[in-house]
């Protein structure tokens, strides 16, 4: 029979070497980690970039916002109640809000003319 040779605890030989499934466990701890960084890191640039669109697109909507029309057209005084209740009709639509607040005076004056007696179509 053969003599199967052992390390005894003072013998000096090869180190152990680590089990496969401990390598394995700790690239697979190492990949999980790099994950969760590589996610907070994208999370972070996406939270970043929205937040500065969304704030780009609010400043335009409170631009030509109807609180902002209605202000512009709380300047004229004197214009007629039913002139006034129609323009403000056509102040639902945006495009209608953008012309009015980008007009001059004396075009605004004109357009709620048009408004008015019935001469203003609103294209779409």
Partial sequence: ????????HGEKGKEKKPKKGDKMSDMTLAICEFIEISRQRF??????????????SKRKIERFSLDKAV???????????TAY?????TFYKKENR????AMPEDRKIEWMD???DGSFRDYE
Avoid: N, W
Avoid at 71 to 81: G, H, N
């Fill in 1 to 8: 029979m053969d003599k199967v040779k052992r390390h005894t």
């Fill in 43 to 56: 999370e972070r640039r996406v939270a970043k970039t929205s937040a500065s669109c969304v704030g780009e």
């Fill in 71 to 81: 202000q512009a057209l709380s300047v004229y005084k004197d214009t007629p109640r």
């Fill in 85 to 89: 209740l129609k323009v403000m009709k």
């Fill in 98 to 101: 953008v012309a009015f607040l």
């Fill in 114 to 116: 048009s408004i008015a």
